[in-house]
Structure formats: C-alpha cells, structure tokens
T-cell receptor, first 116, second 112 residues
Framework: AAGVIQSPRHLIKEKRETATLKCYPI?????VYWYQQGPGQDPQFLIS???????DKGSIPDRFSAQQFSDYHSELNMSSLELGDSALYFC???????????????FGPGTRLTVL | GQSLEQPSEVTAVEGAIVQINCTYQ??????LSWYQQHDGGAPTFLSY????GLEETGRFSSFLSRSDSYGYLLLQELQMKDSASYFC?????????????FGSGTRLQVQP
C-alpha cells in the first residue's frame, strides 16, 4: 500500500539559511499535517491543510510557512534557520474513513534537519 | 489548556504484560489514540478509543474511561521488537478539529 513520502530524508543547513521540505500524502487522503519532533520529545503539531486550504495552526514559528499544491503535495518552507530548528520533521496524512477518522494519522519517514 | 500525562519509562521482560497509563485534560475530546515509535522511526498508529471500554487488536488492547479522563494501552506477550516509545494522543479543539496533541511518551524497554 502507498505510504506518505517525504523528501529529503536528511538535510544539513547553516544558521540563517532556508530549507524546503516536501511531503506527498497517501492518495485520496484529504488532510496533511506537519509535526516537529526534537530529540527525546513528542511530536509537536505545526500546521495542517484540508483539501489544499490551511486548516489548523499549531506552534509554527513565523519564520516557517507551508502550502499544499493542486496535486496535494505539501511543502514546509523554513527561513532564517536557527540551531533550535534541528529536529525530525514529520508529515502525516489522514482521511475521513472508518471509525478512527482523523485520529488515525499516517506518518511519513520524516526529514532529519540539522542546523549547524 | 491541553495536557497529557504518561510515565516516562517502563521496563518489562519478554512474555510479560505491561500497561501504560495516560491521563488527559482537554478543551475538546473526540477520542484517545495510541502511537508506537521506534528510535529514528515514524509514529505508527496502534489504536483509537472514542467510547468507554476496551478495544482489542491482537496483542495490544486499549481502554478508555471518559468520566475519569483516563486511558491505558495494554501490551501482552511482550516481544523484544515491542521496545519503543508509546505516545497517547488526543485531538485538541483549541488547535483545530484534526490536529493531534501528543503526550510526552513512554519508553518501553523489553528485556530477555
């Protein structure tokens, strides 16, 4: 079965640089989420999109932005990178099907961002 | 506000049963989910409870008491591959209808 695809898997950037992370959700999933997970921490919700429109917003810094395109893939754009942005960034997708509904989110393998 | 509490670490031996508890405070409760995450891996959905009671899926079971704002994940016949972090999660109406808020995670170590 198709899974969530993320690219790149690893990314190394310098402070103050920019980064773009890409996510390709499971086909026919209507919602895409971005989470940030620091070392030893739980995933923190950043932002989500429902049918290509921004849906919910969490603890996303103003330096970050995201969008979902017509083909449903999503990109997380990060500018003025800081050392504290080093983390695993997960994209997840879900659909309104079955009893679990949006509680069952399918996570991609993540992008490990290292800011030096 | 939104908060979930779960133990930080649990250790058990192969073949044993372990229970991971989760208590939550939420501004809007739809249901309690459980996710498993191996080191360096992605969270993987295990179970979801919207109503009181026990849900069983193979070796894993999950329980919810809405009146007590409490749930637990029960892992039976533990195997070495069950060593991972386990997160309880709720949907947080404060952040919207679909976003998940995770607990801090319980690191389960299964010993031979």
């Amino acid at each position: 079965a198709a899974g969530v695809i993320q690219s790149p898997r690893h990314l190394i950037k310098e402070k103050r640089e920019t980064a773009t992370l890409k996510c390709y959700p499971i086909p026919r999933h209507d919602t895409v989420y971005w989470y940030q997970q620091g070392p030893g921490q739980d995933p923190q919700f950043l932002i989500s999109f429902y049918e290509k429109m921004q849906s919910d917003k969490g603890s996303i810094p103003d330096r970050f932005s995201a969008q979902q395109f017509s083909d449903y893939h999503s990109e997380l754009n990060m500018s003025s990178l800081e050392l504290g942005d080093s983390a695993l960034y997960f994209c997840a997708s879900s659909a309104q099907t079955g009893g679990a509904s949006y509680n069952e989110q399918f996570f991609g393998p993540g992008t490990r961002l290292t800011v030096l | 506000g939104q908060s979930l509490e779960q133990p930080s670490e649990v250790t058990a031996v192969e073949g044993a049963i372990v229970q991971i508890n989760c208590t939550y405070q939420t501004s809007g409760f739809y249901g309690l989910s459980w996710y498993q995450q191996h080191d360096g891996g992605a969270p993987t959905f295990l179970s979801y409870n919207a109503l009181d009671g026990l849900e069983e899926t193979g070796r894993f079971s999950s329980f919810l008491s809405r009146s007590d704002s409490y749930g637990y994940l029960l892992l039976q016949e533990l195997q070495m591959k069950d060593s991972a972090s386990y997160f309880c999660a709720v949907r947080d109406r404060r952040m919207g209808r679909r976003a998940l808020t995770f607990g801090s995670g319980t690191r389960l170590q299964v010993q031979p």
